[in-house]
């Protein structure tokens, strides 16, 4: 599944960029290892899904106009039952209205049937800014529950506990 998710990765990255000039894209982030993303989902579903999730991402952030730069990541989970939540993690934060869409944009694609919890990150600059350098995202959901926990949690419980 490796080369496959990465062949996917730049995929993705090459359609943001052309897509928009004011948008740039990092790429995929695997949250978990190849083996468990593979024994979850086949990449046949993966890809269709996060290739939606991105045309959808690119067209919120490519309708804005005057946005402050910003850079940072559109997180993806998906679990049996064809839910999905999205966390965003940008820095500067993005106006409200332009989260809001963005993360009804990405919401409303139909979710692939997944056996576990998958979790995927999108690395986004916007407005002249960059796509992140660093490797994952830290929403700010995410640190209140880690921080609630006291312990280190492994990306899928993390998620699990974040999910409102």
């Given amino acids: 599944m490796r080369s496959t998710t990465f062949f996917v990765a730049a995929w993705l990255c090459a ?21 468990v993303i593979g024994a979850r989902v086949t990449v046949d579903k993966l ?3 996060l290739k939606q999730v991105d045309t959808a991402a690119t067209r919120a952030l490519k309708a804005t106009k005057g946005v402050p730069a910003s850079g940072g990541f559109l997180v993806v989970a998906m679990r049996p039952g064809e839910q999905s939540k999205i966390w965003l993690d940008f820095n500067p934060p993005l106006p409200q209205a332009l989260a809001t869409t963005l993360v009804d944009g990405a919401r409303a694609v139909p979710v692939p049937a997944v056996k576990g919890t998958v979790v995927v990150a999108m690395k986004y600059g916007v407005g002249g800014g960059s796509a992140p350098s660093h490797a994952a995202p830290s929403p700010a959901e995410w640190k209140e529950v880690a921080k609630a926990a006291g312990v280190p949690l492994e990306i899928g419980d993390l998620v699990e506990r974040s999910w409102k």
């Fill in 47 to 49: 890809a269709p899904y």
């Fill in 15 to 35: 359609s943001s960029v052309q897509a928009a000039s004011n948008v740039t894209a990092g790429g995929v982030v695997l949250l978990q290892p190849d083996q």
